[in-house]
């Protein structure tokens, strides 16, 4: 079955800690990407990696790091110098060479206490 | 640099009449124009896109966006809408192939009263 796997769905961390968010996919897509949403913002582009071990910040990216170690996976890693870590994260993958569409997975929220 | 407008942050609508969600963006390059949709608590699924070609695109759920150039526009229609289209919708735009992300919209809330 392909697609898009993010896990856990929910999230609840203590102020301070750090905290990563997993996404997989197993479409062979090269490009992948990370959003924030918030209530009424829409989607913020946070990382986004085209290729493995290669990766590039987005308009957010304080706070945040990602690795590319395989093309199947791309985690997100929220640390404590972000300060308002509490949203909905949202992982994408594209396939490369010409325009295509992003394709979304089921997101994680994530609730720092 | 680019950005999208979505003018209506909540559309509330009867079932069975038309709506329009409108979407204006800017940019200083050729665009490529997405409209996705979100259930609550879920990831964005692809409603529609134009790349090029016919400046009319249509879904295969009975939703239509037309891409006019000269007023940087990708309005979002259909003409009866159903229970079932209660969600948020949102319009992004990429430019150069898309690889460095899309920006969005800050999205439409469509509610269909019954």
């Known amino acids: 079955d392909g697609g898009i796997t993010q896990s856990p769905k929910y999230l609840f961390r203590k102020e301070g800690q750090n905290v990563t968010l997993s996404c997989e996919q197993n479409l062979n897509h090269d490009a992948m990407y990370w959003y924030r949403q918030d209530p009424g913002q829409g989607l913020r582009l946070i990382y986004y990696?085209?290729?493995?071990?290669?990766?590039q910040k987005g308009d957010i990216a304080e706070g945040y790091s990602v690795s590319r170690e395989k093309k199947e996976s791309f985690p997100l890693t929220v640390t404590s110098a972000q300060k308002n870590p509490t949203a909905f994260y949202l992982c994408a993958t594209r396939l490369a060479g010409g325009v295509h569409e992003q394709f979304f997975g089921p997101g994680t929220r994530l609730t720092v206490l | 640099a680019q950005s999208v407008t979505q003018l209506d942050s909540q559309v509330p609508v009867f079932e069975e009449a038309p709506v329009e969600l409108r979407c204006n963006y800017s940019s200083s390059v050729s665009v490529y124009l997405f409209w996705y949709v979100q259930y609550p608590n879920q990831g964005l699924q692809l409603l529609l896109k134009?790349?090029?070609?016919?400046?009319l695109v249509e879904s295969i759920n009975g939703f239509e966006a037309e891409f006019n150039k000269s007023q940087t526009s990708f309005h979002l229609r259909k003409p009866s809408v159903h229970i079932s289209d209660t969600a948020e919708y949102f319009c992004a735009v990429t430019s150069g192939g898309g690889a460095d992300g899309l920006t969005f919209g800050k999205g439409t809330h469509l509610i269909i009263q019954p």
């Open positions: 134009y790349l090029s070609g016919s400046t």
């Open positions: 990696s085209q290729i493995v071990n290669d990766f």
